[in-house]
């Protein structure tokens, strides 16, 4: 390809709003034009890292005996009302009405389509196990995108599922699943960190993700010092170090416009780790609107996230104060005794609540709280209703006791989940056993968003002028370069691009009447890993016509015969 005839237009200047080193260098090296937010159309420089990228992916879920289909972007809502997600996803899914008036969805994921597809071909045991997969446009209304391809809209995602008759063949198949991932990964040059993660809107118990490493990473994971445990932020556990003591008679003391723990720790002098904090939230259960008070340490944060998935619920909201007072709680003064019985509201007891003694916490009454509250004689909850409801920090115990927790920051590239029969169960997809029963099968899941790993790539190498590609993703081979328009210097350049095309090698081809500093500053842009200069001088060289031959990775460039260009490339690729 020549630069000359290339679509491709390249910025000098960082542009308004990006701040990734991903998102700046795809625009400015013009891999992809913004459209609108969250939104990028592909240039052909994207284009053809994106194509790399799923060839090594399509290698590596072929390698584990996945069969390729495609499933439509737009489907049917009723598709959706099947499986209950309809109702339960909120503005991120777009709705529409086709011509006929029929109520439709764009797919930001694709479960309910491939139960659709497996439904329609399984009948027998005989059939069982199998796995598909696809690379297909998604489409999710994403309030907040950001980072470029990191967080969009529409997106293409590899999306993979796999079909079992145990959970112990799901078992075997994850860990395959789990070895392809590592494969992808390590041959677009990165070295993921893997964390149990949150199933989300996914459903299914089991669940990991693939993550990048890196300080503009959107997501916090919390790793062990020993290298002993990882997981996301939204489910890490930790031990908490609670420490019970011979229960204090409770007492209540006057706390005159003290209602944040700061406030009130500050005005008793004590410390946050003896104080209860109350965490108050609204959401929708069987159908009715309620109140969910959450009990923590007050040195602790409550997770909604862990909460929401403890009560399965469809979304957690903070309780507004008109909301809280309908239960007859006060705002600022909250407190589970007497409240913690009733049947009108959920109460949930954080480990270190019902693990720790003799805490400070609000007395239900404007300007006072009660001291040595404790769980179990002042105020008790169902057994299923006392867990893990705190996020888990930088600092704290890890679950085994045994080393303190650090946090990261990360991108997801990949996650794969245990879905179990969540679809397959509400959308009848059976089979017959050899019995003749039917049987519902047992569902894997395994995702890649093929953008936001191409940008993970930049995340993971680059510099201060470019990316520095991967070999296995680069958008070309060679960056050929003439510095100037001689005509010895362009027959060179022209005799190198047929030897190493015919060679099987891709080649960029600069061929532009620009200076050498803007061709340069292009090539570092461009990222390819190989760059190759032809000039007046080069061919002139003692020993013989000569090039110049320079990694991207590296600052200096070597002098390399003209003959022995396409075996050094052939070597350096091999």
Not at 21 to 29: A, C, D, K, T, V
Not at 216 to 230: A, K, R, V
Request: net charge negative; proline share 4%; aromatic share 10%.
């Amino acid at each position: 390809m020549r630069v000359s005839k290339f679509v491709v237009k390249t910025l000098r200047e960082a542009p308004t709003g990006a701040e990734l080193p991903s998102h700046i260098f795809l625009l400015r090296g013009g891999y992809v034009k913004q459209l609108a937010s969250g939104l990028y159309s592909m240039m052909p420089l994207g284009k053809r890292v994106l194509q790399k990228i799923e060839r090594v992916i399509r290698e590596e879920m072929n390698a584990i005996e996945g069969q390729e289909v495609e499933l439509p972007l737009a489907q049917p809502a009723e598709l959706w009302e099947e499986s209950g997600r309809y109702a339960a996803i909120g503005a991120e899914m777009l709705r529409f009405k086709d011509r006929s008036e029929h109520p439709m969805v764009l797919a930001m994921t694709h479960e309910e389509a491939i139960t659709d597809l497996a439904r329609y071909y399984l009948s027998s045991y005989k059939q069982l196990p199998f796995m598909l997969y696809q690379f297909q446009l998604k489409f999710r209304d994403e309030p907040r995108s950001r980072g470029g391809l990191v967080r969009v809209r529409e997106f293409t995602m590899k999306d993979a599922y796999s079909f079992h008759r145990t959970p112990e063949d799901l078992d075997t198949y994850y860990e395959k699943a789990y070895a392809a991932y590592e494969r992808i990964f390590a041959r677009v040059g990165i070295k993921p960190v893997i964390v149990q993660s949150d199933t989300g809107i996914m459903g299914g118990k089991v669940a990991h993700e693939f993550m990048l490493e890196t300080e503009h990473g959107e997501d916090y994971l919390i790793l062990s010092e020993d290298g002993t445990y990882s997981a996301n932020q939204e489910i890490a556990a930790f031990d908490r170090e609670s420490v019970s003591a011979e229960h204090g008679a409770r007492e209540k003391v006057a706390t005159p416009h003290k209602k944040t723990i700061e406030e009130m720790t500050g005005f008793l002098g004590m410390t946050a780790k003896q104080a209860m904090k109350a965490v108050l939230f609204e959401t929708e259960l069987g159908g009715r609107k309620t109140l969910v008070f959450a009990v923590v340490r007050g040195d602790l944060e409550a997770s909604d996230v862990k909460i929401r998935n403890h009560l399965k619920a469809p979304f957690l909201l903070p309780a507004q104060d008109e909301f809280i007072r309908s239960f007859g709680i006060v705002p600022g003064y909250a407190s589970p005794v007497d409240i913690a019985s009733r049947h009108d509201l959920v109460v949930l007891a954080d480990l270190s609540i019902a693990e720790g003694s003799n805490f400070v916490g609000g007395a239900n009454e404007d300007g006072f709280h009660y001291t040595n509250v404790n769980f179990g004689r002042d105020f008790a909850v169902v057994a299923a209703n006392v867990g893990d409801f705190a996020k888990a920090e930088a600092g704290h115990l890890a679950p085994d006791g045994k080393s303190r927790l650090k946090a990261v920051r990360g991108i997801e590239i990949g996650n794969i989940f245990k879905l179990g029969t969540k679809f397959t169960d509400s959308m009848s997809c059976q089979y017959l056993d050899e019995a003749g029963k039917h049987q519902v099968p047992i569902m894997g899941c395994y995702g890649i968003g093929v953008g936001r790993l191409m940008a993970s790539a930049v995340e993971n190498a680059h510099d201060d002028f470019g990316p520095i590609w991967p070999k296995e993703i680069t958008p070309f081979h060679l960056h050929l370069v003439n510095i100037g328009q001689e005509a010895d210097v362009v027959a060179a350049c022209e005799s190198l691009k047929t030897e190493l095309e015919a060679a099987g090698f891709e080649v960029l081809y600069d061929d532009r009447d620009e200076r050498p500093g803007v061709k340069f500053k292009d090539a570092d842009l461009w990222g390819i890993p190989v760059r190759v200069a032809v000039s007046k001088k080069t061919l002139a060289n003692e020993a013989g016509p000569s090039v110049e031959w320079k990694l991207r990775s590296e600052k200096e460039f070597t002098l390399v015969k003209t003959g022995d260009v396409a075996a050094k490339l052939k070597e350096w690729y091999a």
